[in-house]
């Protein structure tokens, strides 16, 4: 059974990055046809995806975000990491990671990770 789990602050300062950190448990990063997503959630927009890394460590960003993301990973201990730059009180969200499967879709969320921008 696959298992992702966010974990990071809960509270951001404006202008500071936030980073977020998604361990995964029952299966590798590295394993083929797999992407690892980063998908947040706010009550004025709803579900918006961020982007994602693949198996091979290749990155893909939303258009509207990729100037403030960066998704990195740490192989030797099966995470992959979330950092959006320069935030705002419109980047509080629920963030979650998730993973897709190529060809078939979104298979395993993580439960989600509260984030507060605020002063």
């Known amino acids: 059974q696959v298992q992702l789990q966010e974990s990071g602050p809960g509270l951001v300062k404006p202008s500071e990055t936030l980073s977020l950190t998604c361990t995964v448990t029952?299966?590798?990063?590295?394993?083929?046809?797999?992407?690892w997503n980063w998908i947040r959630h706010t009550p004025g927009k709803g579900l918006e995806w961020m982007g994602f890394i693949d198996y091979s460590g290749s990155t893909q960003y939303s258009p509207s975000l990729k100037s403030r993301t960066v998704i990195s990973r740490d192989t030797s201990k099966n995470r992959f990491t979330l950092q959006l730059s320069s935030v705002n009180p419109e980047d509080t969200a629920v963030y979650y990671c998730?993973?897709?499967?190529?060809?078939?879709?979104?298979?395993?969320w993580g439960q989600g990770a509260q984030v507060t921008v605020s002063s």
């Open positions: 029952g299966g590798s990063i590295t394993a083929g046809s797999y992407f």
């Open positions: 998730a993973r897709i499967v190529e060809g078939e879709g979104l298979d395993y």
